[in-house]
């Protein structure tokens, strides 16, 4: 199954809530390069389809981090299938339509100047990163309190964020700080950097 297809099948397996169907409809459209995007410009998934591969692995990683023994017994962490399928999946709706295909010069193994395939950045909709993801949501289906910091604070310490913001939206919200591992482990340990592989 490729990941477009898991995905949607996630999604209409978990997601029911109302404006659902709406949201998918939207990601399908014309207006959303959601299944095509890259998750980034030149880092992780910095390739057609990266954003929606990217979506699918925080997810899964996620819902592992969720049931190990010490996260469910021990911190009573316990959230329902729709509401990790949300945050997982729809963490960052604020990539959709921000990258441009372009080109980049870069030296190669010989030291001479090639032009590689590249992304630019350009956001329309410059409302920050994970409260624009919360923005977007809302605009279809209505996310619980949990839901909507997790998808807020998932860059965790590594956004510009204030850190005491971060801090106590962890302390609250626990969500936010099991999405924040979840997108880090996705990033750096899943996909890793093209430098890293």
């Given amino acids: ?28 459209s014309s207006g959303s390069d959601f299944f095509v995007a890259p998750a980034s410009t030149r880092f ?3 390739v057609e389809g990266g954003l929606v591969e990217h979506s699918l692995h925080v997810y899964h990683c996620l819902k592992d981090y ?16 729709e509401t990790v399928a949300i945050v997982g999946l729809l963490h960052d709706l604020c990539k959709v339509n921000v990258y441009q295909k372009s080109m980049r010069n870069v030296k190669d193994k ?24 919360v923005y977007i949501i809302s605009g279809f289906m209505k996310l619980t309190r949990e839901e909507a910091f997790a ?12 850190k005491n913001n971060v801090s106590a939206a962890f302390e609250k919200f626990p969500l936010s700080f099991a999405l924040s591992v979840a997108d880090m482990e996705a990033t750096y340990l899943v996909e890793g950097s093209p430098a890293a592989k």
């Fill in 110 to 133: 010989a030291g001479t100047w090639v032009q590689v395939p590249s992304y630019d950045y350009s956001d329309a909709l410059p409302y920050g990163h994970g409260e624009k993801s």
């Fill in 44 to 46: 992780h998934l910095s």
């Fill in 151 to 162: 998808i807020r604070y998932h860059m965790g310490f590594s956004d510009t964020e204030e």
């Fill in 66 to 81: 969720l049931s190990r023994p010490r996260v469910r017994n021990d911190y009573g962490l316990s959230f329902t299938d």
């Fill in 1 to 28: 199954m490729d990941h477009k297809a898991e995905f949607i099948s996630v999604y209409n397996q978990f997601i029911h809530r109302d404006g659902a169907e709406e949201l998918l409809k939207f990601l399908l």
